[in-house]
Nanobody, 125 residues
Framework: EVQLVESGGGLVQAGGSLRLSCVAS????????IGWFRQAPGKEREGVAC????????NYVDSVKGRFTISSDDTMSRIYLQMNNLKPEDTAVYYC??????????????????WGQGTQVTVSS
Protein backbone atom coordinates (compact mmCIF):
# COMPACT_ATOMS: atom_id res chain seq x y z
CA GLU A 1 0.00 0.00 0.00
CA VAL A 2 1.27 3.47 -0.91
CA GLN A 3 2.25 5.58 2.06
CA LEU A 4 2.35 9.37 2.10
CA VAL A 5 3.71 11.61 4.85
CA GLU A 6 3.41 15.40 4.70
CA SER A 7 5.51 17.97 6.53
CA GLY A 8 6.36 21.65 6.38
CA GLY A 9 3.16 23.28 7.53
CA GLY A 10 3.10 26.10 10.04
CA LEU A 11 2.07 29.64 10.83
CA VAL A 12 3.11 32.42 8.48
CA GLN A 13 2.10 36.02 7.89
CA ALA A 14 0.28 37.05 4.75
CA GLY A 15 2.76 37.54 1.93
CA GLY A 16 5.11 34.95 3.35
CA SER A 17 6.18 31.57 2.01
CA LEU A 18 6.15 27.94 3.05
CA ARG A 19 7.35 24.75 1.38
CA LEU A 20 5.42 21.58 2.01
CA SER A 21 6.98 18.17 1.48
CA CYS A 22 5.38 14.82 0.83
CA VAL A 23 7.38 11.62 1.14
CA ALA A 24 5.84 8.84 -0.94
CA SER A 25 6.82 5.22 -0.36
CA UNK A 26 5.78 1.73 -1.49
CA UNK A 27 4.59 3.05 -4.85
CA UNK A 28 5.78 0.23 -7.10
CA UNK A 29 4.21 1.75 -10.23
CA UNK A 30 5.41 3.94 -13.08
CA UNK A 31 2.08 5.42 -14.17
CA UNK A 32 0.66 7.64 -11.44
CA UNK A 33 0.08 11.16 -10.26
CA ILE A 34 0.45 12.87 -6.91
CA GLY A 35 -1.58 15.85 -5.87
CA TRP A 36 -1.84 18.40 -3.11
CA PHE A 37 -5.28 19.11 -1.73
CA ARG A 38 -6.52 21.35 1.06
CA GLN A 39 -9.51 21.62 3.32
CA ALA A 40 -10.40 24.68 5.34
CA PRO A 41 -12.83 24.53 8.29
CA GLY A 42 -16.40 24.34 7.08
CA LYS A 43 -15.38 24.01 3.44
CA GLU A 44 -15.11 21.15 0.99
CA ARG A 45 -11.77 19.69 0.10
CA GLU A 46 -10.14 21.44 -2.85
CA GLY A 47 -7.50 20.29 -5.28
CA VAL A 48 -4.52 22.64 -5.31
CA ALA A 49 -1.89 21.14 -7.62
CA CYS A 50 -0.84 17.81 -9.07
CA UNK A 51 2.11 16.32 -10.89
CA UNK A 52 2.31 13.29 -13.15
CA UNK A 53 5.08 10.72 -13.09
CA UNK A 54 5.63 11.04 -16.86
CA UNK A 55 7.83 14.07 -17.47
CA UNK A 56 6.45 15.81 -14.43
CA UNK A 57 3.49 17.49 -16.09
CA UNK A 58 1.61 19.71 -13.65
CA ASN A 59 -1.81 21.20 -13.12
CA TYR A 60 -3.02 23.91 -10.74
CA VAL A 61 -6.25 25.34 -9.45
CA ASP A 62 -6.71 28.89 -10.71
CA SER A 63 -6.52 30.49 -7.28
CA VAL A 64 -2.88 29.45 -6.75
CA LYS A 65 -1.48 29.86 -10.25
CA GLY A 66 1.56 32.11 -10.17
CA ARG A 67 1.96 31.67 -6.40
CA PHE A 68 2.34 27.92 -5.82
CA THR A 69 4.70 25.50 -7.54
CA ILE A 70 4.58 21.72 -7.34
CA SER A 71 7.76 19.79 -8.02
CA SER A 72 9.43 16.50 -7.23
CA ASP A 73 12.81 14.86 -6.99
CA ASP A 74 14.01 12.62 -9.82
CA THR A 75 12.36 9.51 -8.41
CA MET A 76 9.13 11.24 -7.40
CA SER A 77 9.58 9.91 -3.91
CA ARG A 78 9.51 13.48 -2.59
CA ILE A 79 6.94 15.93 -3.84
CA TYR A 80 7.08 19.58 -2.86
CA LEU A 81 4.61 22.43 -2.83
CA GLN A 82 6.32 25.79 -2.75
CA MET A 83 3.80 28.38 -1.63
CA ASN A 84 4.65 32.06 -2.08
CA ASN A 85 2.67 35.22 -1.43
CA LEU A 86 0.41 33.34 0.94
CA LYS A 87 -3.00 34.76 1.74
CA PRO A 88 -5.30 34.19 4.73
CA GLU A 89 -7.65 32.26 2.44
CA ASP A 90 -4.87 29.70 1.92
CA THR A 91 -5.32 28.62 5.53
CA ALA A 92 -6.24 24.93 5.55
CA VAL A 93 -5.04 21.43 6.25
CA TYR A 94 -2.99 20.38 3.24
CA TYR A 95 -2.99 16.76 2.12
CA CYS A 96 -0.81 14.83 -0.27
CA UNK A 97 -2.60 12.16 -2.33
CA UNK A 98 -1.67 9.42 -4.83
CA UNK A 99 -3.61 8.31 -7.88
CA UNK A 100 -3.01 5.36 -10.22
CA UNK A 101 -2.68 6.48 -13.83
CA UNK A 102 -2.87 10.05 -15.13
CA UNK A 103 0.90 10.21 -15.37
CA UNK A 104 0.79 12.33 -18.55
CA UNK A 105 -1.89 14.74 -17.42
CA UNK A 106 -3.15 14.81 -13.88
CA UNK A 107 -6.59 16.12 -13.05
CA UNK A 108 -7.50 17.53 -9.66
CA UNK A 109 -11.06 16.36 -10.06
CA UNK A 110 -10.18 12.69 -10.41
CA UNK A 111 -10.41 10.15 -7.63
CA UNK A 112 -7.18 9.74 -5.67
CA UNK A 113 -6.50 6.38 -4.09
CA UNK A 114 -4.26 7.07 -1.09
CA TRP A 115 -3.99 10.04 1.24
CA GLY A 116 -1.58 11.36 3.81
CA GLN A 117 -2.64 12.60 7.22
CA GLY A 118 -2.24 16.27 6.39
CA THR A 119 -0.28 19.26 7.62
CA GLN A 120 -1.78 22.51 8.91
CA VAL A 121 -1.03 25.78 7.15
CA THR A 122 -2.19 28.96 8.86
CA VAL A 123 -1.77 32.36 7.26
CA SER A 124 -2.33 35.36 9.49
CA SER A 125 -3.44 38.72 8.15
Amino acid sequence: EVQLVESGGGLVQAGGSLRLSCVASRIGYEDYAIGWFRQAPGKEREGVACIGSSEGTTNYVDSVKGRFTISSDDTMSRIYLQMNNLKPEDTAVYYCAFRYGSSWFCNLGDRYNYWGQGTQVTVSS
